[in-house]
């Protein structure tokens, strides 16, 4: 076998000069990405869709009818003697 002896263990300033690369790495990607990206091969210019929804609701409403209530204007004072009292209701059963 061979006789070589372990690493040593990095230092604490190391690990934070290799932790600095890495974050500025993950900062610098996108962006490298997004240059490295193929541009249009046409004359530059896109062309401009329009989209037109036009929506159109009809609400048809009938006229109301009238419904078949009658109203009765009653006198508050009047002289007249009572009306008479409703008849009574049987339940027709036992």
Request: proline share 11%; no cysteine.
């Amino acid at each position: 076998m061979t006789d070589r002896a372990p690493r040593a263990r990095a230092t604490r300033s190391e690990l934070r000069a290799w932790a600095w690369v890495a974050g500025g790495l993950a900062l610098v990607a996108p962006w490298a990405a997004i240059a490295a990206s193929p541009t249009s091969t046409g004359d530059g210019e896109r062309p401009t869709v329009v989209v037109r929804r036009v929506t159109r609701r009809v609400i048809v409403t009938h006229p109301t009818q009238p419904a078949g209530v009658r109203s009765v204007a009653v006198g508050g004072g009047s002289s007249s003697p009572p009306a008479a009292p409703a008849p009574a209701t049987t339940t027709g059963g036992s």
